[in-house]
């Protein structure tokens, strides 16, 4: 968090007026996340933005110079950085429900979770579907030890629904941010083809791009079941970073199998 200090006129006297900025994604609030978020979805910064992130009221932010405005306005550089550092949601819990987020890094997030998370992003940013992103979100957030059953999705739609929709556009943003974190963890995964061991699939059909509305998540999960299909369950169960990891290690043998060839 950024000490901020700025001076403003008050009367014939000089106003010194203390305040602070996140320095990072991790150091929002809630409300502060949701206006970042509006503000990628193309809101321009505007008082009452600087407002939320500064502390400051609007009625002092108004009574700055072009100049105090522009040099707070620089304050803003780590909003590009997401991608490299935030793997967390900024709402562990939606209010008025008892619905919990992911942990920081996925951790303990299923891989059938994951599937179907990041298939109804895909989805909803090829149709901007209110529908879509209700999925998405009741796909992502969790009662306190629920196990993610793709029937509890449509469960939880009217508990999402009653949510702001600036809260779950800034969910959806989050995700995105969540999974760019992804592609810069495992990036033999997010930009290299997978070679699994089975011949039947081909590798540009099983390759992940969150790029295209088929990210290729299903197709990786069929290869991985084969024919151990009474396991099926297993299989979707185990921690979705256990699946990137095994992938990754699948992809660095199989290279090392190539370059000796």
Known sequence: MTNLEIEVPFFFFTRRVKGTLPGSWNELSEKQFIAVSTLVNGREIDFQFLSVLTSFPQRLIK?????????????????GNASKSHNAFFSSKLKGTNLYSPKPKLAGMTFGQFIFADAYYNAWLSNKDDETLTKLIASLYLFNDEEFKEGGISCKKSLVEKLPKDLRLSIAFNYSLVVSWLQNAYPLIFQSPVHLPDPAVKVDDIRPDIRTKDSGWLKIFESLVGEDLINRNKYARLPVNVVLNYLTAKYKENAR?????
């Open 63 to 79: 009574a700055l110079s072009p100049y105090q405005l522009a040099k707070l306005s620089d304050q803003f550089d780590f909003i």
């Open 257 to 261: 199998v190539h370059s000796i060839v």
